[in-house]
């Protein structure tokens, strides 16, 4: 099964508001995650990072959660804007090769900004 | 520029064409990845540079997909008797560092295999 997934493909949250993105991996190796953000006909963006031995880490209105106890990672985005929105990908790194010298994503969850 | 380019940014192939896609990094930077990403779906890893040593080519779907980085820095995907399943948006990513940096993305290939 997937590595890294998301619990839902769709979060639609009105302007203003607060979102969070859930995902769950299951390679307990794994000791780097990433959030990308990716508009249509664009590339990932890098939003935020976290390396294992953080439990929370925050930058501009995002701000990524960690919980190596039960896998789960999070973005919460704070007071949602418009140009928000965008499909939004966990992704880990075990950096163990072997294929892992790569990220493993996560099916992405389409976030949308209701006005 | 600044970031990471791909190009062609577009490519329609007939069925049993080659094409080859390139990506030219940020200069500077060591690492070199590409993926795969099909439509609705999250990028799939394809392979991975270090410099002009390709250290990984575990996700290429088949001896159809060859990369090459001869010189460390620009790198070529190509794809022999493309096949429909081919068809995707292949992008390229560099990073500064060994392992365990943040990649940043190219705005990918639009392959479409008719």
């Known amino acids: 099964g997937e590595s890294v997934g998301l619990h839902l493909p769709t979060l639609s949250v009105q302007e203003g508001d607060n979102s969070i993105i859930n995902c769950a991996y299951s390679?307990?190796?794994?000791?780097?995650f990433i959030w990308y953000k990716q508009e249509s006909g664009k590339g990932p963006q890098f939003i935020i990072d976290?390396?294992?031995?953080?439990d929370k880490r925050q930058g501009q209105r995002v701000t990524v959660l960690l919980n190596k106890t039960v896998k789960h990672l999070s973005l919460q985005i704070a007071a949602t804007q418009p140009g928000d929105s965008a499909v939004y990908f966990c992704?880990?790194?075990?950096?163990?090769?072997?294929?892992?010298?790569?990220?493993?994503f996560g099916k992405g969850t389409h976030l949308i900004i209701q006005p | 520029g600044a970031g990471v380019s791909q190009s062609p940014r577009y490519k329609v192939a007939k069925r049993g064409q080659d094409v080859a896609l390139r990506c030219d990094p940020i200069?500077?930077?060591?690492?070199l990845f590409w993926y795969q990403q099909a439509l609705g779906q999250g990028p799939e890893f394809l392979t991975y540079?270090?410099?002009?040593?390709?250290?990984?080519k575990s996700g290429l779907p088949s001896d159809r997909f060859f990369a090459e980085r001869p010189e460390g820095s620009v790198s070529t995907l190509k794809i022999q008797r493309t096949q429909q399943e081919d068809s995707a948006v292949y992008l390229c990513?560099?990073?500064?560092?060994?392992?365990?940096?943040?990649?940043?993305f190219g705005q990918g290939t639009r392959l479409t295999v008719v």
């Open positions: 992704a880990e790194n075990s950096g163990s090769g072997g294929g892992a010298d790569g990220l493993t």
């Open positions: 540079f270090q410099n002009e040593a390709q250290l990984d």
């Open positions: 976290i390396r294992s031995n953080m």
């Open positions: 200069s500077g930077h060591v690492s």
């Open positions: 390679n307990s190796a794994s000791d780097y």
């Open positions: 990513a560099s990073s500064p560092g060994s392992m365990n940096t943040e990649a940043f």
